[in-house]
């Protein structure tokens, strides 16, 4: 088993007699002094980012999406459709609006027009139910 030299003594659970030698570890070289040193500056700056991150915490939690009042939702809207004017979403939008209406009327006089099968299929089906 592999203990960390920062454990001063450990003692078997059974037997009684110590792993560590009798007159205590030997002192760090310099170089595990160096590393020591390091990762110990690197884990207290790393606890002090974190207490900065914690103190800047609010008190009280804030709800992200708490409903908004009628007049910040009507100007929200109408920047929002500014943007997709701007942007140009608009005609796509509403070119897109009625090619689905153009497909619900035009599509509303068939009698297929809520088949999901395709038209080969669908061709069949009726050629069999005419035959009968």
């Given at each position: 088993m592999f203990?960390s030299r920062?454990?001063?003594v450990?003692?078997k659970t059974?037997?009684?007699?110590?792993?560590?030698?009798?007159?205590?570890?030997r002192?760090?070289?310099p170089?595990?002094?160096?590393?020591?040193k390091?990762?110990l500056?690197?884990?207290?700056?790393?606890m002090?980012?974190?207490?900065?991150?914690e103190?800047?915490?609010?008190?009280?939690?804030?709800?992200?999406f708490?409903?908004?009042?009628?007049?910040?939702?009507?100007?929200?809207?109408k920047?929002l459709?500014?943007t997709?004017?701007?942007?140009?979403?608009?005609?796509?939008?509403?070119?897109?609006q009625?090619?689905a209406r153009?497909?619900?009327?035009?599509?509303a006089g068939?009698?297929d027009?809520?088949?999901m099968?395709?038209?080969?299929?669908?061709?069949?089906l009726?050629?069999?139910?005419?035959?009968?």
């Amino acid at each position: 088993m592999f203990f960390s030299r920062c454990l001063q003594v450990v003692f078997k659970t059974t037997g009684g007699r110590a792993w560590n030698p009798p007159s205590g570890l030997r002192p760090l070289s310099p170089s595990q002094r160096r590393n020591r040193k390091k990762n110990l500056a690197l884990t207290m700056k790393n606890m002090s980012i974190l207490k900065l991150a914690e103190a800047n915490q609010p008190e009280v939690p804030v709800r992200l999406f708490k409903p908004l009042n009628f007049s910040r939702m009507q100007w929200m809207k109408k920047k929002l459709e500014e943007t997709r004017a701007a942007l140009g979403w608009d005609m796509e939008a509403r070119a897109l609006q009625e090619q689905a209406r153009a497909l619900r009327v035009g599509g509303a006089g068939r009698q297929d027009a809520g088949s999901m099968l395709p038209p080969a299929a669908r061709a069949a089906l009726q050629s069999s139910a005419q035959e009968k």
